[in-house]
């Protein structure tokens, strides 16, 4: 009886040691594994992207959210009929935007969202990505709807108009990591710059901004704001444009959030007066934070300004005159 209970005690005490030991490789091991996960972290909490003598350090999340641009064109547009394909120094209008978005840094993909087989086809020759959408939409943001509705995995939406082959992809990028800051699902980030040329200041064509100290749009219209009394005098001194005096420009940053729930927006006055989608916005509460930048390209809505564009990139050898990456 000694025996067998002496045996037995052996047994256990055997047992007792191979789990200690057991236990003990398992929390070294789980140890380890930790620290190498954190040491990854901090090796990869930042990833470094260096090019032509700079570097620029980028959020490792923010490099993973999924962010598209998305490039909504259409043929007919009332003032200037296939805009879209229209040539500018050789090349369809629609391919100089998608060039330049292509050339930001921060976006996951980069689509053409189009109800025209002719811009389809153009652009997929160009190698790009399209998608078709219904030909119903009354607007650009209206066209990224169905695109967001479509695709919810998508967090960030970047709309860039189709007859914007001037929009420089530094913009881009600042429009996205705006978001990507504020992380607000109802915030609207767009973009504007001073205004270069006075003859531009009565124009219905240029679309006109104000906004606060902290850069929250008060009003966007196509005619004289801020208004100036005398604008002469409110002008001397600045080379071409006047203080204060800002152009929006057509690139909007939103969640797929917004966008999926833009139908439950109540139609305003205020938008259907001015013909301008984003006063629609406002009328709801919707913040409109607006970045500045040095430079304004100007959308294309007519032949006459596409030669303009065409002499003046003829001249310039192209290239992006603001926010450029070299």
Known sequence: MLVKFFFIFQLFFIFIRVDISYRGNAFEGFTKTMRCHERRR??????????????????????????????????????????????????????????????????????????????????????????????????????LAEVAHRHPEVKWFINVQGDEPGIE???????????????????????????????????????????????????????AIPFYQDLEVACRGFQGGCP???????????????????????????AGAENLEQLNWLENGVPIEILTCASAWGGIDTPEELERLAAKWSENNRGFVGERYE
């Open 244 to 270: 204060g005096v800002y152009q929006h420009l057509g690139v909007y940053g939103y969640s797929g959030e917004f966008l999926r729930n833009l139908q439950h927006l109540r139609p305003g006055v205020l």
């Open 42 to 143: 901090s090796e990869f909490r930042f990833l470094e992207e260096v090019g032509s003598g700079r570097t620029r350090r980028v959020d490792f999340m923010a490099v993973n959210e999924e962010v598209w641009v998305v490039i909504p064109a259409r043929y007919q547009a009332r003032r200037f009929p296939g805009k879209s394909l229209a040539l500018l120094c050789g090349k369809a209008m629609v391919l100089w935007v998608l060039e330049a978005c292509r050339a930001a840094r921060l976006p996951d993909q980069v689509v053409v969202a189009t109800d025209d087989r002719r811009i389809a086809e153009t652009v997929e020759a160009a190698g790009g990505r399209v998608v078709m959408t219904a030909s119903s939409h009354p607007s650009g943001t209206a066209r």
């Open 169 to 223: 992809p530094g913009l881009v990028d600042r429009v996205i990591r705006r978001l990507q800051e504020r992380s607000d699902p109802g915030l609207v980030v767009s973009a504007a710059a001073e205004l270069q040329q006075k003859i531009d200041y009565h124009s219905p064509h240029v679309v006109k901004v104000v906004f606060d100290f902290v850069g929250k749009a008060l009003y966007f219209s196509r005619s």
